[in-house]
């Protein structure tokens, strides 16, 4: 077995916070790293277009926000209300979803699917935003940077979503802890 190779601190357990630009203040121990948390999923694009034929613009208006609809809009029958979505992109969308909430780990009832968006910037990279109940969980597990990664093929879509943070949170399960606050 060989040892840990020091980092540029001489701590060989700082890597990490180094490598997110975070090195802790006051050297290697008694400091807590950084919070990092990861969800994936991966959702068949069949379910989400079956629900969309089902439930048509309920389904969509419960699920998505207005710039994730927008982002996901298609031209291919205007006419046909389940055809004007591309599936693919919904489907990416809503795994990025349930993957965000798997880094939240709520305790009790979920956060609104809509407190919860993919947005894409002008750029066309997506960002996590969150709002409502979903932002309270990530303030209290300390989560204060996301990223996600979307992928999609014809019958699949993925995401993976990593939530970073202060490594100051109230414990691993969501709930706050007590700190004698009132």
């Given at each position: 077995?060989t040892a840990a190779t020091p980092t540029r601190s001489g ?115 997506c960002e996590i935003r969150l709002r409502g109940r979903a ?48």
């Amino acid at each position: 077995m060989t040892a840990a190779t020091p980092t540029r601190s001489g701590c060989p357990d700082t890597w990490l916070a180094e490598a997110l630009g975070q090195l802790p203040a006051g050297g290697c121990r008694g400091d807590r790293p950084p919070t990092i948390r990861v969800g994936v999923d991966l959702v068949a694009v069949a379910d989400v277009m079956e629900s969309v034929e089902r439930f048509g613009d309920r389904y969509i208006q419960r699920i998505f926000t207005s710039h994730e609809i927008a982002c996901c809009r298609s031209d291919l029958s205007p006419r046909d209300p389940a055809l004007r979505y591309s599936f693919e992109s919904l489907a990416a969308r809503f795994a990025a979803k349930e993957a965000t909430v798997k880094v939240l780990r709520p305790v009790g009832p979920r956060p609104e699917w809509r407190s919860i968006e993919v947005f894409r910037t002008e750029g066309g990279w997506c960002e996590i935003r969150l709002r409502g109940r979903a932002s309270a969980l990530a303030d209290r597990a300390g989560i204060d940077r996301w990223a996600v990664s979307l992928t999609h093929e014809a019958a699949m879509a993925a995401a993976v979503v990593v939530g970073v943070g202060r490594g100051d949170s109230a414990g691993d399960d969501g709930a706050s802890s007590d700190r004698g606050e009132g």
